[in-house]
């Protein structure tokens, strides 16, 4: 077969689902070109297939493909064929080897994986700005030390996850569904990257697994998780009511930001509502102690709250909103995302 353009996205999803370890069974981190014209690669938790027009079966390791592949040069021609083994690309003086791996069959075919309107539809609203979004999420969930919450749920009401110190909401339906979809943090991970160049043209929940399809004719598989997953919406809702939140001014979150870049991460920072000022103090563990007072605020009553510089550094540079109760510390970021912080007695 010929080389075009496909193969060199072929290229980037390789690397998605490269895994040496895996690859040794032959089942993940494999690619597996099919003579029906498509190629399919998977890691256990994301696959994807993809049609280049191969005419020919065989097996190759994903990250041999990706590591070999990536240096050839977009700019020219080449011709992609097996021959004694091999998986043989060549053109213009250039010929590559890759050794083939001799695995079981596939034990799919090609139809019963495009049968994906079997699956039930969900829709999905993906524009540029979410990528940030996402990946603040990302952070919150894989800062946990359990791994059942190192997840995004996404369903009708929007997007959500927690580290069971922090939990993050984000109020805008990026997968829209009636039922809770649970991905993992690497899950979401690859689908961004993937998403980023594509067009998203249709969803399904297939049994555990989110399928979307490109406009290019990608389709691509996330393993969804299958577990008892907390109402992030209900929690953050019982704590938002408890709180007094006032509006802070930009210069407030870069004083504040200034102060966690010198802190250690295991420091307390205690914010302070006292006779309509909002201050802050620490004693660091680096031997030394600040205390500013920042600006005037409309709230009744005191407040005097300790959160971890860990628990606050990654989501306190874009706030504009703060509020605060015995139990947490609210924040309200300008993209929208909202973050309940568990104080430290």
């Not at 001799?102 to 829709?123: Q, R």
């Not at 004083?255 to 000022?277: A, I, P, Q, T």
Request: aromatic share 12%; proline share 1%.
């Amino acid at each position: 077969m010929r080389w075009n353009d496909v193969m060199w996205k072929l290229v980037k999803l390789a690397n998605l689902v490269a895994d040496e370890k895996l690859e040794k069974g032959g089942m993940w981190g494999v690619l597996r070109f099919l003579k029906d014209g498509y190629v399919w690669g998977g890691n256990g938790y994301f696959e994807f297939l993809l049609e280049c027009g191969v005419d020919f079966d065989a097996v190759v390791s994903a990250s041999r493909f990706y590591d070999v592949v990536r240096v050839l040069n977009e700019g020219l021609v080449y011709d992609v064929e097996v021959e004694s083994g091999n998986l043989v690309i060549s053109g213009e003086g250039v010929e590559v080897k890759l050794g083939l791996m001799h695995v079981d069959s596939f034990g799919w075919s090609v139809d019963s994986l495009l049968t994906i309107e079997d699956g039930k539809d969900v829709g999905i609203d993906w524009h540029k700005d979410i990528v940030k979004v996402l990946k603040k999420e990302m952070q919150i969930a894989s800062a946990g030390s359990f791994s059942d919450y190192k997840a995004i749920c996404f369903d009708s009401k929007g997007v959500y996850a927690t580290d069971r110190v922090r939990i993050v909401c984000y109020f805008f339906p990026i997968v829209i569904c009636e039922d809770k979809v649970l991905i993992s943090v690497d899950g979401v991970k690859r689908l961004i990257e993937v998403m980023e160049d594509e067009l998203v043209v249709g969803a399904w929940v297939l049994g555990n697994k989110l399928c979307i399809k490109f406009d290019s004719g990608l389709l691509v598989w996330v393993s969804c998780y299958d577990m008892a997953y907390p109402d992030m919406v209900q929690v953050l809702g019982m704590y938002k009511e408890k709180v007094e939140r006032f509006f802070v001014d930009k210069f407030v979150i870069d004083e504040v930001s200034r102060m966690l870049k010198v802190l250690d991460s295991s420091d307390v920072l205690y914010f302070v509502v006292n006779d309509g000022w909002l201050k802050v103090y620490v004693r660091s563990v680096k031997g030394f102690e600040i205390s500013k007072r920042l600006q005037r605020v409309k709230v009744d009553g005191g407040y005097e709250v300790g959160v971890l510089v860990k628990d606050i550094e990654d989501v306190f540079d874009d706030v504009v909103e703060l509020g605060f109760s015995d139990e947490v510390m609210y924040c309200r970021s300008e993209d929208g995302l909202e973050y309940v912080v568990a104080t430290v007695r």
